[in-house]
């Protein structure tokens, strides 16, 4: 099964045009649309909150994600999703916009999906890393953050799926 097939796959995504994954991953900038496709195809979400000028997020990307254990995992077993918290060079449609602590519209998609995570998860750094299912019911004990240690990470993969498997099949 060729990575070609997951690409055409995934269909037209929202923001696919301005933002990308690390070549050899593909998903999705847009956490509903992951959602829906995660629970058509039966399969746990691998969130990356990230940003566009995030150093961290690249060199987790560099080392860790492309390590063969990991990026076999990512590719396979999970839809990934990646939320730019820094992406407020795109305006939201009025459809999609949310609303901050304050009451006020939160109008851009970097801080958007900012202020999930911070209301979400209680965390405002990049990287940060959530495994869950289209429920948003989170599958670790920990999320997890900057770690270059790439048997943490498999861990990390391997305890989600495992809580997901326990779940959804």
């Not at 959602?35 to 060199?59: H, L, M, Q, S």
């Not at 995992?73 to 305006?91: G, P, Q, S, W």
């Not at 920990?142 to 498999?154: E, I, S, T």
Request: neutral net charge.
């Amino acid at each position: 099964k060729g990575m070609v097939e997951n690409k055409t796959d995934l269909g037209k995504r929202k923001f696919a045009d301005k933002l990308h994954l690390p070549t050899g991953f593909d998903g999705f900038f847009d956490l509903e649309e992951a959602k829906a496709y995660a629970k058509k195809v039966n399969k746990p979400i691998f969130v990356d909150f990230t940003g566009k000028t995030c150093a961290n997020c690249r060199e987790m990307e560099n080392n860790v994600w492309n390590s063969p254990e990991v990026k076999k995992l990512l590719t396979e077993e999970f839809v990934m999703v990646a939320l730019y918290a820094d992406a407020n060079f795109i305006e939201l449609e009025e459809a999609d916009w949310g609303k901050a602590a304050d009451g006020s519209p939160i109008k851009k998609l970097g801080s958007k999906n900012l202020n999930y995570q911070i209301t979400r998860f209680n965390i405002n750094a990049q990287p940060y890393y959530v495994l869950m299912d289209w429920n948003e019911k989170v599958l670790t004990k920990q999320n997890k953050a900057y770690d270059k240690n790439v048997d943490n990470f498999v861990a990390f993969l391997k305890e989600g799926l495992e809580n997901f498997r326990k779940i959804h099949q």
